[in-house]
């Protein structure tokens, strides 16, 4: 190696060994502990909680979509993708509450092995108005999982000649199957709390993975537990109207599954270009914790909304990946039903420019 490398290299190179070493490492323990997830959770808010299923402070019906991007200056890069809708139903047939019906797809794929995980729930919850002030959510979700991987791209210590892996040397591993399917169940509990026109409050919690499906490649063990961690989330935000001008929306998120852990907290604001609100400007800042420091930037045209952020890695990652941690997209559609329930807009709960 010295005859062939020359300083600079010898360093870009081991910087490369080093970071697919982190990289290996986290994704195997993620991969082990903790589910797909969003910097900007209350832009998916289907998997964050399934009883935000037609809770739409603002409109009949919503449909969204998320991208994020992470870790794609280094070899194998996380992609997560997902579409969702939901809508409020039988608002005739109740006359202080309504049923929530929706549905989402998920699809992931990571690593050098290609893990692609595809899943399709469907998500139901019923919302009870509490007096003039608040309002009382559960919900569930129940749907398909597919995880998948190609072996045929992995290398393994076995293969390690001593100076490169030989692919078509035996690996040492033997693998039950290359994908796995199964069942998959979710629940979750929401209150909002709204005392006058310029003030919302929301919180809830949710558990994933209720039924403890089981996920594994290899042959079950009698002492070895592969069924998948409950995952426990909850959340906090609040939307502030300070005047007609501006709007604040505080959050904060946490998640539990295993032994892994993830908490955000942080604050996003949308300026008013116009008089009646039609066009806002969005820009915000979180942070995750020993992990990643999140501002965002969005723009709203009635009833379209979009938004990009940005994870700055704050952890030792950082050396690495000169704090490149993850792009993050989202789009959302609102809007009402043509029957209007005849006028009834009990839903419209959450400050906007328009009141």
């Not at 794609?72 to 006359?95: C, H, L, N, Y």
């Not at 092995?113 to 998500?123: D, F, P, V």
Request: one cysteine or more; hydrophobic letters at 40%.
């Amino acid at each position: 190696m010295n005859g062939f490398f020359n300083w600079d290299q010898k360093i870009e190179l081991r910087r490369f060994f080093v970071l697919s070493l982190l990289f290996s490492i986290t994704f195997f323990y993620q991969s082990e502990a903790q589910d797909l997830h969003f910097s900007q959770f209350f832009n998916s808010p289907l998997t964050t909680n399934p009883a935000n299923t037609g809770f739409i402070p603002d409109a009949d019906y919503r449909l969204g979509a998320n991208y994020r991007s992470q870790w794609s200056s280094i070899p194998v890069p996380f992609k997560t993708m997902s579409i969702w809708g939901d809508a409020q139903v039988f608002r005739d047939r109740f006359e202080t509450g309504w049923i929530g019906l929706g549905g989402v797809i998920l699809r992931d794929v990571a690593g050098s092995g290609n893990l692609t995980s595809t899943k399709i729930y469907g998500s139901a919850a019923y919302h009870q108005m509490l007096g003039n002030t608040g309002l009382l959510s559960a919900g569930f979700n129940i749907g398909y999982a597919s995880k998948r991987i190609d072996v045929t791209r992995f290398t393994f210590d076995n293969q390690w000649n001593g100076k490169f892996f030989d692919i078509v040397a035996p690996s040492g591993e033997t693998f039950a199957a290359n994908s796995v399917n199964y069942l998959d169940l979710q629940i979750g509990l929401n209150y909002a709390y709204f005392p006058t026109d310029n003030i919302y409050m929301h919180a809830g919690v949710s558990i994933h993975h209720v039924n403890r499906p089981k996920e594994t490649f290899f042959s079950e063990k009698p002492d070895y537990d592969n069924r998948i961690a409950m995952r426990y989330i909850a959340f906090a935000d609040g939307v502030i109207k300070l005047n007609d001008q501006f709007i604040l929306t505080p959050a904060a998120y946490f998640s539990t599954q295993a032994k892994a852990t993830e908490l955000a907290l942080g604050i996003h604001a949308n300026y008013n270009l116009t008089g009646n609100g039609e066009q806002q400007l969005i820009a915000g800042m979180y942070y995750r914790a020993g992990d990643a420091i999140i501002p965002m930037v969005g723009y709203q045209w009635k009833n379209l909304r979009f938004m990009f952020s940005y994870d700055a890695t704050t952890s030792a990652l950082k050396n690495y990946n000169n704090m490149y941690g993850a792009t993050e997209f989202a789009m959302l559609y609102s809007g009402y039903n043509a029957a209007g329930y005849n006028g009834d807009k009990r839903q419209s709960l959450c400050p906007d420019f328009r009141k």
